[in-house]
């Protein structure tokens, strides 16, 4: 395998580098784990600024483009690979339709009455998220900064080229990472269905995006402070599923439990949407892990591999324990055990052996279904186990990364005590983070609106009583109405009551 | 012997099956149907073409009882289906010339609730 110098996870040499100081200098930026080339030039003083001429939202003067080109050969190790480049673009949409992937497997596991409002809450991340995200959030996790917070360099795009020097070209670093940004929002939403408020919850992403998601992955990814103590963290399991399962969890207590909970049994109306969930996050979760690597190599391939294997392991595992608990397995058991498996490799995905992959998934199957089990009977309504399946899932590839990284396999370190206690830090300060910042978050947008449904529309559905629209219909009773003739103002959402017929 | 029939909210369902359990009445048919009975009309809207949906989908409870648990199980439908809005629902009581348990050819008054519980 040859090395590209700015990208470098999975090549042993890379642990020499890690011991570098963590100065604001190219070099903690070659050892972190996705480095989007230009998308480090704006923090890189050592560095020859190069010359783009672009607006906000990176509208480039092509012109410009020859010479930028020129600049970088002399700085860095010239052109990024086509390979690379369609590799990475092909990994972006993957984890663009995880998010869909999502949808679908919350969407099945709730009522009839709200598959709507479920899915959307998913849909609408893509599209909130993608602006906060490329507005402020990208350049606060991935430019210079602090070891705690970046800066505005890469605000609204600026600066980012779609020329790549070796790297990912800074453009599609944004949009890789902003996948990244939409899909951990996203996670969220499954445990706060059925009662959230539509707007409460849009409102809520697109703090949550730039306040608790861009600096966790400044620590962890944009050369932070957990970087430079040795974290690591291939994909995600601390940036994106430990955040998302502790946002969950807060998000869950803060708002209440669903009217029904405990009193009937809510089951989840279309079993088959799960499974179709299930398998399409597994499709494109390879673009997230294997793209992770920034580059189609051999890290890329260690990383594709465990994603097809540590799942695998989770999910049979998941089987034999619902067939030893009651004799039958269940469909939303295997559906479960597919993402918990995913979850648990993220983190690990590039540094781990395929064995190691196997050993992951089939330990992390334990806690997660432990805890589904018991939150079941209590009184916390994380309502799709969001905590359970990402916030422990996480944590369990989290401290399972440390245990099982190999540098045969592309970790920049080998395994054991001393890196489970690095990871237990990080995975302790992603608690940490992510719990204090989503109970101000809710606590404020709690200020300015109720984020609840009333009684009333959790009752009839939050389908129609906030989006106007039903899933399935045949459109019987239904008469169409001329929009001129709508009734104005707050009859539009329904007339006012008539007399008893 | 009388059939109860009664039309209400779908979300109820449960309360009210709990409450004519709770009165002992165990033999019920449940049906979902569609109807108007003047609540508000939802307005939706799907690309741009805006329907009224005049029908909204309820749930149909017939139950077979004797004199004696009319009034029992009129009192755990109102219980298990009020809410105080419009759309509750209805409770018909229509008298009834004959019932025959099919299992066992018993007719009438042996036919229909209570059926003393096995055991």
């Known amino acids: 395998m040859t090395r590209r110098s700015s990208r470098a996870t999975h090549v042993p040499a890379d642990a020499s580098r ?59 190790p010239g052109v990024t690979p086509a390979g690379d480049i369609a590799w990475m673009m092909v990994a972006t949409a ?79 670093g944004f949009a890789f990472q902003a996948t990244f940004a939409m899909i951990t929002a996203a996670l969220i939403s499954g445990a706060v269905v059925e009662r959230m408020r539509f707007g409460a919850y849009m409102l809520f992403i697109a703090i949550w995006s730039v306040v608790v998601y861009a600096p966790l992955a400044k620590w962890v990814w944009g050369g932070g402070f957990l970087q ?92 034999l324990l619902d067939l030893s608990r009651d004799g039958r397995a269940t469909a939303v058991g295997l559906a479960t055990g597919i993402v918990v498996g995913l979850v648990a490799i993220t983190p690990a995905a590039g540094f781990v052996s395929p064995a190691g992959a196997l050993a992951i998934g089939a330990v992390a199957a334990l806690p997660s279904y432990a805890l589904i089990l018991w939150r079941a009977r209590s009184r916390l309504d994380d309502s799709l186990d969001v905590f359970a399946a990402h916030g422990i899932g996480g944590i369990s590839g989290a401290l399972l990364t440390g245990l099982f990284a ?46 609840r449904a009333g009684a009333q529309h959790e009752a009839e559905g939050l389908d129609v009583a906030l989006h106007g629209e039903e899933a399935y219909t045949d459109g019987e009773g239904a008469l169409l109405v001329p929009v001129s003739r709508l009734e104005p103002g707050p009859a539009a959402v329904g007339g006012p009551a008539r007399g008893e017929a | 012997m009388k059939l109860i029939t009664a039309v209400i909210r779908k979300e109820r369902l449960n309360d009210v099956l709990s409450a004519l359990f709770q009165a002992e009445v165990y033999g019920v048919t449940v049906t979902p149907v569609r109807g108007h009975g003047g609540e508000r009309e939802a307005v939706q809207t799907y690309r741009g073409m805006t329907v009224k949906m005049e029908l909204v989908e309820k749930v149909r409870l017939d139950i077979g009882v004797t004199e004696a648990f009319v009034e029992p199980a009129v009192e755990a439908i109102q219980t298990g289906a009020r809410t105080g809005s419009v759309g509750d629902g209805k409770i018909f009581v229509i008298p009834v010339d004959r019932v025959v348990r099919i299992r066992t050819g018993e007719t009438d008054s042996a036919a229909v609730t209570p059926e003393p519980l096995p055991g």
């Open chain 1, 406 to 451: 190999s540098k045969a396999w592309g970790a920049p370190v080998d395994g054991g005590l001393a890196q489970l206690g690095v990871q237990a830090l990080a995975v302790a300060c992603a608690i940490g983070a992510s719990a204090a910042g989503t109970f101000l978050i809710a606590k404020l947008i709690g200020v300015l609106t109720p984020l």
């Open chain 1, 94 to 172: 993957l984890v663009l339709l995880m998010v869909v992937g999502l949808a679908f497997f919350y969407g099945g596991l709730v009522r009839r009455k709200n598959v709507l409002n479920s899915m959307m809450m998913s849909f609408v991340s893509l599209g909130v998220v993608g602006l906060t995200f490329a507005a402020v959030g990208y350049s606060l996790a991935f430019s210079g900064g602090s070891a705690v917070l970046g800066g505005l360099a890469h605000a609204g795009l600026r600066g980012l080229s779609p020329v790549g020097h070796g790297g990912v070209p800074g453009l599609l």
């Open chain 1, 228 to 319: 430079q103590l040795g974290a690591l963290d291939f994909a995600g399991g601390t940036v994106v599923h430990i955040n998302a399962g502790v946002a969950a969890a807060v998000l869950a207590l803060m708002l209440g439990r669903r009217r029904d909970y405990g009193h009937k049994a809510m089951l989840p109306h279309q079993v088959p949407f799960t499974l179709l969930g299930a398998g399409l996050l597994w499709f494109g979760w390879f673009g997230f892990n294997a793209g992770s690597a920034q580059a189609a190599n051999a890290g890329a391939v260690v990383a594709f591999v465990n994603t097809l294997l540590a799942p695998a392991a989770t999910l049979v595992v998941w089987a």
């Open chain 1, 18 to 76: 890690r011991a570098s100081p963590p100065a604001p200098s190219h070099a903690p930026r070659q050892a972190a784990r996705r480095p989007p080339s230009s998308g480090a030039r704006g923090a890189a003083p050592g560095r020859a600024p190069v010359r783009v001429t672009s607006s906000a939202f990176g509208i480039l003067t092509l012109a410009a483009l020859p010479a930028a080109g020129a600049q970088a050969s002399a700085a860095g």
